[in-house]
């Protein structure tokens, strides 16, 4: 008998998705970092975009863009983390929860 829904992944393909996302991140940082230099932050929020995580809309004031970037910034770190400490030449068992945390679902964070 099979408990749940989990997936097997070895630790090379692993590390890769990890390295993507981390890339994801970093750029979604750098980004906000540009608009926080480059722009007037007095307008009015728009929000975030639930289906895509970390993106702000629209004109947003100076604190938001901070919280999205220092969010892009710590999820970097924390995928980091985990991709550093991968066992190499082992086959990870993952299941729904795992992949959430490992930033590896669509839409979907880790905190």
Sequence with gaps: MIDGLKIEMTSDELF??????????????AGLEERLRGEDHAGEAHGMDAR?????????????????RDDHYEQAQFLELLREHLIRGEVY??????????D???GATCW
Aim: charged residues 30%; hydrophobic residues 40%.
């Design 52 to 68: 895509a995580p970390f993106q702000v809309t629209g004109d947003a004031p100076r604190h938001m863009l901070e919280h999205a």
């Design 93 to 102: 068992r993952l299941d729904e929860e795992d992949l959430r945390v490992a």
């Design 104 to 106: 590896l679902t669509p």
């Design 16 to 29: 890769t998705r990890l390295t993507t996302r981390i890339a994801f991140h970093k750029d979604g940082a």
